[in-house]
């Protein structure tokens, strides 16, 4: 089944098999690795991808229903071929250890912040709740979004 | 050479806290884990599994699935070349016998715990290896197990593998112990219970295999241990040289990925099938049977005079070292030389065993059994501090062992220790107490102290090495084996080598973790490698700086001890300066090398009888201490904490974000290992096989942790350096604990400290 | 299979039966696939059906089985109607399963544990459900059979859910929880609404995760209707619920926790109802 879809801003046009994942898309098919593969059950957050600009579980989404949709991976944020502020806040502030978390956590606060654009520590905290991380303990990824948000205003 | 380096004063990139080159490339997702990665003609590998914690094999007949249309091959033991994964564990006490670990690549007649791997296959796809495994037939007949040490060491128990099931035994005794405790001013019994926990990385275990155009078996993993290269040439009864690992940047491993896991299936299906191998375990296959944390069973009788100093310490422990021995014996050693805590103890008994069982095998676990005493021994400590009306800082005062004191087994502590220190920092970084927020919610406070030894134990004579070399425009290239587990190990070395050589860390591009092609420098466990590689990069460093020095003393006209590298060039006292790739044309027409590989042997000794306590068993350890605040809801028995601080001596901080990260990380797994982790098992049957049942803290469950880093620049690693992967996992469970009793009078005993047992300890339930 | 009509998806149901399973949010259902808990020859995916609606007329809220919990949650004029549907929504799974997750879907998949479940219980809304023969009204009361279990037959589809008006009330859920974000060990679900006098005109409450169904808390209700709401009325009413428990163990938690616990969160949901009852 061919399914036209936009995947980081480009147009894509894809054969998809009908029980596919849109995580088993991303990586067997495109090549794309960005979004990993952690749980198999939308729990730990480390398939998170944008669609339409909100957060979902690549391995909880058909490739079949992302026909007509954006897709936004973490090379998506890319810009002029430099990194995204927020991926810079996350590299100065040792928000990164292992980075098998960094790519759903970065997304997942881009989705967060469009909606509440200045959030306190707590409610960082509370949006980020959905994406585990075994290495940083959070306290310096907290600290990342904090400052990212700080100088943005 | 010049030991100018060392002073802190004149360091000028170890100490900052640079920018580690990796965390670009994760954010960019430039990064590419083992999973991430084909190649042409990959084939997909999927393992058939014993649902069984205990069964003999009546039937196995791989022949349908073998002819399925897209499977390239189905096999079982009888297709590996030598079925054995074997360990011998040296310095094992004789009451149990020299040790040999034995466990099998695939199991031969019959299982012994739940998950246990019976066969492999390898297919087109993932979907049709699946199907391959649902379609191997396979006839068990399940055999009585046991599934606690108690049982298990019961007589006329079913033996897992020999009669008796006891794997190890380790004892101290020193001084007078019952005299002591009878002559006490008081004397706290306690039973603690530890549970079995994961690792529970992000990253499963996963990797790629293939034959490469030498005919070298490569294979390219998530691991702790690249040296595992051995043990899969042993497997596939081929030359050790003609296997390769390559060990990729971890998403995470805290010992879970320091034993075989994926790559003695991968040497294998590419061995047999000539093609490429992918093989992912699934989040559900990692957390049923990979190995975890020893679950024990601690039994204190903790006597102290009237002033708090402890005058004995009676300690029983037992562990359940699952199905296969692994590194069993060994964790129990570490319990063992930690049971008494970081204190001055004068008389001491410890007996501990650990037993087969049919549950999950364990094995390394960050902490590696010198974690779970610390629940055991702060909770002891605090009690004995209420008992006597004395404070929790104070009690460890007054009781802290200082350099010169005698650990029960023997050795001497040579170093600063810095516990008093850092027990009263934690404590006052907790800032002012918090109000209760309602009536039925109580605030309290704890603290707790551990030591963790770092480097391995001092008998196994451990080695590192490291190979450093300049290209012809003064680039810089650093290779060694170490395995980069997330914690910066491959950064650290940059910063060493920037320190050493002057040369910016812009100019210098690392190489980590290829068994055939960077210099071997062991494992990236037991709080080790910084110690280990550090070091080694360091001496290779100042020795290809002399080489290097002694050619520009030469063309500047000066001494070479007077002469420093910095800024990418050489300087003279006087201001001359000399670009590296000036001075490295130079020694290309004078013939002296631009590289260099260096060796560094840490300190070794002799094994320790550890019942006599004649000696040293780890080089050195890192001391530490945290302090929780936490709120008890009295009508439920939910715990929030709502303040942490972790305060560590780290002897020096060469990345000092990286020492915040590893703290801050470490407490918060200590922080689920005391508040919600656990591996429940029924009868050996694992019930929690998904992230939705295990359950590891997320941002919302915890609070900031305020990393609180101390350097005495005492520590036996480069610059004064101590581990620092382990010792932050220790403290967090009893900090709770004794935190509990403080906002509520109730002493919880057994991990983790769920909701449910807070409120059963309150009495709500009765 | 994606039909574009209910008429379609309904032919389609009626069709393939028990070989086919219907695809919403797949927060579900993709797992269910993915272990191979299930193989249905045909999944039938209703996501192109338009269900998607919030409608609010004459006091009725209707709610079709495609809104995603997101929507529950940032939809204004609910907030104002009927706020106890954002507050639930808000509590259930991650950010991610609320991107996707469907109201419909909860209903169907009827976790005894689950918010929503809960939620139009207490409500005592009205599941709306067609097949090819017709449609038909199924009080939510009802709808829940067992664990994972409900009225619904396999030719036919939950197309949204209805609640009549509702009188000026303060609503409030509590929930306890493992760890943050957890599906909930108990759940309570509680609206309030006073007459003149300041007295309960009407209450109705609801638990989550403490027996194989949601369990409307009729005895909790009986204790309040007329009564001033004061401290004590409402720990005796709660009392009066947690008494007609009897919630099942499991590995992780006690049936007895879970009654424990039920009584006191009832107990704070009806105290935080009461209070925004009153504003």
Known sequence: MIARLVLNGRPREVDVRPNETLLELLRDTLGVFDAKEGCDEGVCGVCTVLLDRRPVSACLVLAAGVRGRAVLTLRGLERDGGLHPLQEAFVKHGAVQCGFCTPGMLLTTLAFLERQPRPDREAIRAALEGNLCRCTGYTKIVDAVEAYVRGHD | ?766 | MAPETLDDALGLLRRHGDEAKVLAGGQSLIPILHYRLARPRVVIDINALPLADIALDDGRIGIGALVRYHQLEESEALAGRCPVLGEAARLIGNVRVRTLGTVGGSLVHGDPAAELPAVMTALDARIAVASASGRRAVAAREFFTGPLTTALAPDEIVTGIEVAALPAHGAAVEELSRRAGDFAIVAVVALVSLDRRGHVEEARVAFGGVADRPVHARAAEDALRGREPSAETLARAAHAARDALAPPSDAFVSGAYRRHVAGVLCRRALTRAVERARR
Request: aromatic content about 6%.
């Open chain 2, 1 to 766: 050479m010049t030991d100018a380096v060392a002073t802190r004063e004149g360091l000028r990139v170890v100490g900052q806290p640079v920018v580690r080159h990796d965390a670009r490339d994760k954010v960019a997702a430039a990064t590419a884990y083992a999973a991430d990665w084909a190649l042409p003609g990959m084939l997909y590998a999927a393992v058939l599994r014993s649902p069984y914690p205990a069964a003999r094999i009546v039937r196995l007949d791989t022949a349908k699935a073998a002819a399925m249309a897209g499977v390239a091959v189905v096999l079982t033991a009888k297709d590996v070349p030598r079925n054995t994964l074997s360990t011998d564990v040296p310095g094992q006490t004789t009451a149990v016998g020299p040790l040999r670990a034995t466990l099998h690549v695939l199991a031969e007649g019959r299982v012994r715990h739940q998950g246990e791997p019976v066969a492999l296959v390898a297919a087109e796809t993932l979907e049709l290896a699946h199907a391959a495994v649902e379609t191997i037939e396979i006839e068990y007949e399940p055999t009585a197990g046991v599934f606690s040490p108690e049982a298990a060491l019961a007589p006329g128990a079913p033996a897992v593998h020999g009669p008796g099931n006891l794997l190890a035994q380790w004892r101290i005794a020193r001084g007078d112990v019952t005299t002591a405790l009878r002559d006490a001013a008081v004397v706290v019994e306690g039973e603690y219970t530890t549970q079995m926990v994961d690792a529970a990385y992000l990253e499963p275990e996963s990797g790629v295999a293939w034959i490469d155009s030498d005919g070298v078996i490569t294979i390219r993993l998530s691991t702790q241990v690249i040296e595992h290269f051995r043990d899969v040439a042993e497997v596939l009864q081929v030359p050790q040289n003609r296997v390769r690992v390559i060990g990729t940047y971890l998403g995470g491993g805290f010992g879970g990925k320091e034993d075989v896991t994926v790559e003695a299936y991968l040497g294998l299906l590419a061995l047999k099938t000539g093609r490429p191998v992918k093989m992912v375990w699934t989040r559900h296959e990692s957390l049923l049977s990979r190995a975890k944390r020893h679950p024990y069973r601690l039994r204190y009788r903790t006597g102290a005079n009237a002033r708090g100093e402890i005058v004995a310490q009676q300690i029983e422990l037992l562990g359940d070292a699952g199905a296969y021995a692994y590194l069993s014996a060994l964790v129990l050693l570490y319990s063992t030389v930690t049971a008494a805590g970081p204190y001055r103890v004068p008389a001491v008994e410890v007996d501990a065993r650990v037993a087969y069982t049919n549950n999950p095998p364990t094995s390394a676990m960050r902490g590696f059994g010198a974690m779970q005493t610390v629940f055991a021994y702060e909770s002891q400590l605090d009690r004995v501090a209420r008992a006597l009306g004395v404070d929790p800082v104070m009690i460890r005062r007054v009781n802290a062992l200082r350099r010169g004191d005698t650990l029960p087994v023997g050795q001497v502590i040579e170093t600063h220790v810095a516990l008093p220190e850092l027990a009263e920092r934690a404590w006052s970084a907790l800032g002012p107490p918090t109000q209760p927020r309602a009536a039925h919610v109580r605030v309290g406070r704890g603290l707790s102290c551990n030591f963790q030894p770092y480097g391995r134990i001092v008998w196994l004579h451990d080695w590192a090495s490291a190979w450093l070399g300049f290209e012809m425009d003064g680039s810089l290239v650093v290779r060694c084996g170490c395995p980069d587990v997330g914690g910066g190990q491959a950064s650290s070395l940059c910063q060493i080598a920037a320190e050493v050589l002057g040369v910016s860390l812009a100019r210098i591009s690392v190489h980590v973790s290829d068994s055939a092609l960077t210099p071997l420098a062991g494992t990236t466990t037991a709080s080790r490698q910084l110690y280990m590689s550090g070091n080694a990069v360091l001496k290779t460093a100042r020795e290809l700086r002399a080489q290097l020095l002694g050619v520009a003393g030469a063309l500047l006209g000066a001494d070479a001890d007077a002469l420093d590298m910095e800024d990418d060039q050489v300087v003279t006292t006087d201001g001359r300066t000399l670009a590296i790739p000036r001075l490295l044309a130079e020694c290309a027409r004078a013939g002296v090398a631009r590289s260099h590989l260096g060796v560094y042997h840490a300190p070794a000794g002799e094994p320790v009888d550890l019942a006599k306590g004649s000696g040293k068993v780890f080089p050195d350890y890192t001391f530490g201490a945290h302090a929780a605040e936490v709120e008890v809801d009295t009508e439920t028995g939910v715990v929030r904490v709502l303040r942490f601080a972790a305060a560590h001596d780290v002897g020096r901080a060469i990345n000092p974000q990286s020492v915040e990260g590893q703290i801050q990380g470490g407490a918060v797994q200590g922080l689920g290992y005391g508040l919600m982790e656990e591996v429940v098992l029924d009868r050996g049957i694992n019930l929690t096989t998904s992230f939705a049942t295990y359950l590891i803290p997320t941002a919302a469950d915890v609070p900031d942790v305020r990393a609180v880093v101390v350097e005495s620049g005492e520590g036996l690693g480069p610059f004064n350096a101590r581990g620092i992967g382990e010792p932050p996992i220790g403290p967090p469970a009893a900090a709770i604990a004794n935190a509990i009793e403080h906002a509520t009078g109730v002493r919880i005993t057994r991990l983790p400290i769920t909701a449910e047992r807070v409120a059963r300890g309150l009495g709500l339930l009765d």
